[in-house]
């Protein structure tokens, strides 16, 4: 028996979230398009995600890329035509501090008050970065009273000396001015739990918003896990290791993984989430359109 994509994940939205029935939120994090192809699909997933009333939008930054008047550009453009919050990340790498101030003033003076603060990845594996995330909340704070995230690591930051140490530096990133973590994607809902729980023992009291990537493409997911740190399942592995190119049963079992997820953090009193869209909405869209639903 055929049964669609849409309806499917209905089914697991009733047998799975239902009993919640709690108002949940989203944030989605989108990054800036490159051609006007891949600009006509994010502005289709914006289109179809405004509608749900996020917490905000984000936009990621391509330092290295040469590309970082795209980031402002495309946050400007987002904010203007939905009207919804909308934030820029902002890194240390490939910037000097005169460099950095200069963009959370244009940001400000231009009404962008949300940064997410990052140190940033660089190309180069053997330099040492002059500057770090909590650098980088200090200047934006000296520049204006930002509204500031930082990231967070429930499987520990790929570069930590261990978890403790990397738990102390996300503390010195709160203390430092910023008010709330999103973290990294993960596939192991105790892990956050773990990591929550961890963090409001050490005394870091801003909300912890989880990560949550769908996997559109399994491929592109154990790269990304790879340099993340990020540990997926044995049996997600199964699952999409065996399975051949079909888009409708990889977006079912997406769908599958991101609304148990949901549903476990859910119960544990998690009402905000950010999605890691990129640019994309199929998998997205109609669990959300569930959610909220029955919560609003």
């Not at 503390?171 to 729980?197: C, E, H, M, P, W």
Request: charged share 20%.
């Amino acid at each position: 028996m055929h049964v669609s994509y849409s309806h499917y994940i209905e089914l697991l939205y009733y047998n799975l979230l239902y009993k919640n029935n709690k108002k949940i939120n989203f944030s989605f994090e989108f990054f800036p398009p490159k051609n006007n192809k891949m600009e006509s699909c994010l502005w289709n997933s914006i289109n179809q995600l405004t509608s749900f009333k996020p917490n905000f939008f984000s936009v990621t930054y391509g330092a290295n890329s040469g590309e970082k008047h795209k980031t402002s550009k495309t946050v400007y453009s987002i904010m203007k035509k939905t009207g919804i919050n909308t934030a820029a990340h902002l890194t240390c790498i490939d910037s000097n501090k005169n460099e950095l101030i200069n963009i959370a003033k244009n940001y400000w003076k231009n009404g962008i008050n949300h940064i997410i603060a990052l140190r940033g990845d660089s190309f180069d594996i053997n330099s040492k970065p002059s500057m770090h995330a909590i650098d980088l909340v200090y200047l934006l704070k000296e520049v204006a009273d930002f509204d500031i995230s930082v990231a967070g690591y429930p499987e520990v930051h790929p570069e930590a000396n261990n978890s403790q140490y990397d738990l102390v530096n996300l503390k010195n990133k709160v203390q430092a001015g910023a008010n709330r973590v999103i973290t990294q994607f993960f596939f192991d809902t105790s892990a956050y739990l773990r990591f929550r729980d961890r963090c409001a023992k050490i005394g870091i009291n801003v909300e912890i918003i989880p990560g949550i990537l769908p996997i559109y493409n399994f491929n592109q997911i154990k790269k990304f896990a790879s340099t993340t740190n990020v540990k997926i399942p044995l049996w997600v592995h199964k699952i999409f290791g065996s399975l051949e190119n079909n888009p409708d049963v990889n977006k079912i079992l997406s769908a599958h993984i991101v609304i148990n997820m949901i549903s476990v953090l859910c119960s544990e009193g998690i009402q905000n989430f950010h999605f890691y869209t990129l640019n994309k909405s199929e998998i997205i869209y109609p669990i959300c359109h569930l959610l909220k639903s029955n919560t609003m």
